[in-house]
């Protein structure tokens, strides 16, 4: 046995730390692409257990993983460089919801949709809402600084932690911010540990804001018989004084996938598909669902469905669940995108994606979080098919490049994990890339957290091949 191996097992038992093959292919992958096999699967549960592994890490020079619920589209917590994988969603579950000063502290194995569902009890809401708040954890979410449909209205992750507790890469305890809507101490540590996928330090505990919870909503459903007018209902609307928690999109490959999924009801007439929902005052949303009316009434939208109970809401937005597991059944592989875009540059952005699907003959499908310019589109392959996979590759790389070319982002809310670290200079530039870097070394001198992640290796391309 290593010596590193020995050393674990005298801090976790044997019950907490997993070297059998069959326990490691289990942590191999995620909702992405590749295999990558630890060396070891450890299951920490508290802080001091996190500050040993690291020290064990440093000593020895494995890499470590961490590891939520495994639902990152980008790679983020396949152990690339082999090593440690620690497994952070069987820490004890803790949420407490501190009302007076609108806070939750969280745990980083609580699943987000227990966040929502907690902070509900109080009459408060915990607005990010990534599609998978079910089965994610906020340590996930935390690194990834994910997003959701609200993201519209209330923002990202980013936009709701006021404060967490860090294992360094070197195993040092560190807290950032503070339980304080405001703060402008020193440089602000909690953004940047947001969003770097799980690449600076261990999220331990966080401390998130919360803010009351509107207390109705107004579901709208509109559809349109191209993209250039739904474009226009989207700009009409985002500029006319009202601001939607929601809305989103979904192509005609959508609704016709969803339609053949499981019936619902959709246009499949039509070419896109806006959800919108609005929050707040019972008054107010009467009001302003009546101007939204009136817009897409201007843009011939048909139909325009005004949801007149919490039933009928429910119904069209199970429908726009319904996407990811209809379209799955298109093709066996997806290939999950979150280019995402200037809200003016929507339609220009449809168009070269149009474009993509007929160059490399790709089933191309287009949905998600539109009105923030978040697109999904996502390629329905088969990774058996060698042929295939390289034209899916390249209409990959042709997604990014519209993005950049319209002035948008290689990713909104899904990170870059190994997926789309071969483009980051093309956004970031060589200069801001080496910045990221020298962060990072400075951060973590041995390169021991999450190693092969954001930062592409020498030569490195956009390979969806390697199993
Ligand atoms: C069906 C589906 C729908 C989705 N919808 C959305 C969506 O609407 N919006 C969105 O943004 N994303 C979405 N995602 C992507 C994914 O769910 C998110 O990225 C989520 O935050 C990952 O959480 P997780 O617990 O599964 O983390 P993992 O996938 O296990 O890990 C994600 C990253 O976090 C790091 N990490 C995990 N825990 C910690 C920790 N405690 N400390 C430091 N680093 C850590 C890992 O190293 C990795 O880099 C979706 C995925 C699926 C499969």
């Known amino acids: 046995m290593h010596e590193w191996e020995e050393q674990l097992r005298a801090l976790l038992s044997d019950k907490r730390v997993f070297t059998e093959l069959a326990d490691r292919y289990s942590y191999s992958f995620d909702a992405s692409f590749g295999e990558h096999l630890p060396e070891v699967v450890v299951q920490p549960k508290t802080t001091e257990e996190v500050q040993t592994i690291m020290k064990i890490a440093n000593q020895f020079g494995l890499a470590v993983t961490p590891r939520g619920q495994g639902t990152c589209l980008s790679g983020g917590p396949l152990p690339v460089k082999g090593g440690i994988l620690l497994d952070m969603a069987q820490w004890p579950r803790e949420i407490n919801v501190f009302a007076d000063d609108l806070i939750a502290v969280v745990t980083p194995s609580v699943l987000t949709a227990d966040i929502h569902a907690a902070a509900e009890n109080h009459g408060l809401m915990y607005p990010p809402d990534p599609s998978s708040a079910h089965v994610s954890t906020i340590g996930g979410n935390l690194a990834e600084n994910s997003g959701g449909p609200r993201g519209l209205k ?37 953004k940047l540990l947001v969003g770097s996928e799980g690449t600076l ?14 207390p109705a909503v107004q579901t709208m459903m509109a559809a349109f018989t191209d993209m250039a007018t739904a474009g226009k209902a989207i700009s009409k609307t985002l500029t006319s004084g009202v601001l939607p928690a929601k809305m989103e ?63 009928e809401a429910q119904k069209l937005w199970s429908a726009r669940k319904l996407v990811s597991p209809a379209i799955a059944t298109i093709k066996p592989t997806k290939i999950s995108e979150d280019a995402t875009v200037p809200r003016s540059r929507i339609p220009e952005m449809m168009e ?92 973590d001198p041995n390169n021991i957290m999450n190693p092969g992640k954001i930062f592409a290796e020498k030569g490195q391309k956009l390979v969806l091949r390697d199993g």
């Not at 330090?201 to 919360?210: N, R």
């Open 352 to 443: 070269r994606l149009k474009q993509i699907k007929e160059d490399y003959q790709v089933e191309l499908v287009v949905f998600g979080h539109i009105g923030d310019g978040n697109l999904h589109p996502d390629i329905m392959c088969d990774q058996r098919d060698e042929e295939e996979m390289i034209r899916a590759e390249k209409a990959v790389a042709e997604i990014f490049r519209a993005a950049l070319d319209l002035g948008g982002t290689l990713s909104g809310e899904h990170g870059i994990g190994t997926m789309k670290a071969p483009f980051m200079e093309q956004e970031m530039g060589e200069v801001g890339v080496s910045m990221l870097k020298r962060i990072k070394e400075a951060w």
């Open 249 to 311: 999109f979904m192509d005609r490959a959508c609704i016709e996938a969803v339609e053949r999924y499981r019936p619902s009801g959709l246009p499949t007439a039509s070419e896109a598909l806006l959800l919108i929902e609005l929050d707040g005052h019972p008054e107010t949303i009467k009001l302003e669902a009546e101007q939204v009316k009136q817009i897409l009434l201007e843009l011939k939208a048909d139909p325009i469905i005004t949801a007149e109970s919490d039933e």
């Open 201 to 214: 330090g261990v999220i331990t505990k966080a401390t998130l804001k919360l803010v009351p919870k509107p």
């Open 154 to 190: 209330y923002g990202v992750t980013k936009d709701f932690v006021i404060g967490l507790e860090i294992v360094t890469p070197e195993g040092e305890v560190m807290h950032t911010g503070g339980r304080t809507i405001k703060n402008v101490t020193g440089y602000d540590l909690t």
